[in-house]
């Protein structure tokens, strides 16, 4: 079975300001490929794919505006993220929509972040570009990751706008 995760890909211009951060070469700093920038909304595992295609596409999630920043932070140990807010009720309707597949949703709120360099010992020094961006999330993705680390995109699900109350 292929190691799966549902995912917001960022766009254009906030792509492009990921991509913009300092990169310094830092001994034992990783930098993650720009291909690969995205907000895990939830880890899958091994899964299969059929069923997730399944789960997903019978689900209506709502679309969410994302806001990054305000600047690159530690998160748990050995990686630096960009936090990526709004994202809380779509991660909450994927992990009701795929709780039955792969390995068990965590017990710990969702924190939305993009994961821009891993390191191995002690923290990089000094590393806290600010960044500011900000778009619509208009779709999530279903990827499947392959040895080493090559990410495929399965499928896209549209992300819904909720509606408006007028008649």
Request: cysteine-free; proline content about 14%; overall charge positive.
């Amino acid at each position: 079975m292929p190691r799966l995760f549902v995912a917001v890909w960022p766009p254009g211009d906030a792509l492009d300001a990921l991509v913009a951060l300092p990169r310094p070469p830092i001994p034992g700093l990783r930098w993650t490929d720009p291909r690969r920038l995205h907000v895990t909304m939830r880890f899958l595992g091994d899964a299969d794919e059929e069923a997730a295609l399944a789960a997903l596409g019978g689900e209506r999630f709502p679309a969410a505006r994302v806001t990054l920043g305000p600047g690159v932070e530690r998160l748990g140990r050995g990686v630096l993220v960009v936090p990526a807010g709004g994202l809380e009720d779509l991660a909450a309707a994927v992990v009701a929509a795929t709780a039955h597949l792969g390995q068990p949703p965590p017990h710990r709120p969702f924190a939305g972040h993009v994961t821009v360099a891993r390191y191995r010992g002690k923290p990089p020094a000094g590393y806290a570009p600010p960044i500011s961006a900000a778009f619509r999330a208009t779709e999530i993705a279903l990827v499947s990751s392959d040895p080493p680390g090559t990410y495929h995109t399965v499928a896209t699900f549209a992300l819904h706008e909720p509606a408006s109350g007028r008649p």
